[in-house]
């Protein structure tokens, strides 16, 4: 924390009116992750401070004022960046609705397993056989009974059921697959209040649309992830019913009282959602 020291003396009336004048004494800078935090202190007389308390308001500020002794002193805390430290807090005006907030990106990588009957080509032959639901069925019972596909079903001359029966019988029944997150990490002052509730099922952004809704920077837009495709055949991998797209899994806001700032979090994963359930955009 950077903090630049006044003239702490005596304090000398500026104007006809000398018992509504108050000085700036010292100011401090500070960020401690939810951006910059400026910390002015003022001394003069009490009516002044408490009339210059209202602006001080205005700019959705914190402060308290200590009435001890000749002169009484004030400490104003305020955040965001409507502040411009290089004018007087006098001078300043209130920030006007849509004011600019502070925002960062942070991209995270988790994984997942996934049954191995989720596989593309095993979800492509098992499609072909015209009931998906025995296809599975019958190799997972088969392999629960310690016997050979081969032996109990046809669909042991399937070339991917045979893979998927020797893959059960060595226990090896998922696989990781990575699901990526975009969170938007911004604070603003508390003055225009908190945000609004989400809603209750969030929808879906295409990939088109999410940079678009959320007016993601060219640098965030380089570094989302591409619809995955099968390269062999050219199509889209994803379960039938479903499409990729960008589903809201976070939100959350907080205010800290001490700087009157809001800080608020959404976050979005990319995956294939289902058509029926979720409304996309």
Known sequence: MATIQGDIGTVTPTSANPPLTYI????????VGNG????????GSKDALR???AQWVSLGAKYTIREDGPYSEATVTIGGTSFDPGTKISEQSAPVPGEVADIRWEFR??????SVFALPAVAKE???????AFYKKTIEETVRNGQKLTDVSPLGNLPVARRVWQKLTRGEESFPVARVSLTRIATF????GLPQVPQGIPPVYTPASFATAWELPFSVQQMLPRVPVDLA???????SGTVWGWKQTNYSSSLVTKTNQVEQVISWTFAP???????FL
Not at 24 to 31: D, I
């Open 36 to 43: 910059r935090v400026v910390t002015l202190q003022f001394r």
């Open 233 to 239: 055949t050219g199509q889209i991998l994803a379960p």
């Open 126 to 132: 098992a499609e072909a056989t015209g009931d998906p």
């Open 189 to 192: 002052s508390g003055n225009l």
């Open 24 to 31: 700036e004494v010292s100011r401090g800078y500070e960020n």
């Open 273 to 279: 959602y289902d058509l029926d359930i979720y409304p």
């Open 109 to 114: 990588t988790d994984y997942i397993d996934v």
């Open 51 to 53: 009339i210059a308390s």
